[in-house]
Nanobody
């Protein structure tokens, strides 16, 4: 099975950028559907972006045009580039991986689709 470790979180000001990394071990990420989720204090975990093995991608409306998911298969790592950060982006960010196949990318936005999760990395956006 694959193990996932996130890094790159921190405290930034509104408008700043961050790049989160999710390094995988044990299996090749190229074979997995991937997702970034986040959980703010007192709120449920929500989808940020998901990507299939075929690189179809879905972004939540709240991050569209500001966040970008990318993969480096040579490094077995997936990244989340976050630009124009807002205070409402403050959350613990989790990466997740799945071997399940869904014909509709919307199905990849459900937490239950993912069997493998990282431990999370905190992102705080504050002035």
């Amino acid at each position: 099975q694959v193990q996932l470790v996130e890094s790159g979180g921190g405290v930034v000001r509104p408008g700043d950028s961050l790049r989160l990394s999710c390094a995988a071990s044990g299996r090749e990420l190229r074979n997995y559907g991937l997702g970034w989720f986040r959980q703010a204090p007192g709120k449920e975990r929500e989808v940020v972006v998901v990507q299939t093995t075929g690189y179809s991608t879905y972004y939540s409306d709240s991050v569209k045009d500001r966040f970008t998911i990318s993969r480096d298969n040579a490094k077995n790592t997936v990244y989340l580039r976050m630009n124009s950060l807002k205070p409402e982006d403050t959350a613990v960010y989790y990466c997740a991986a799945t071997l399940k196949y869904y014909s509709d990318i919307i199905d990849y936005t459900q937490m239950g689709a993912y069997a493998y999760w990282g431990q999370g990395t905190q992102v705080t956006v504050s002035s």
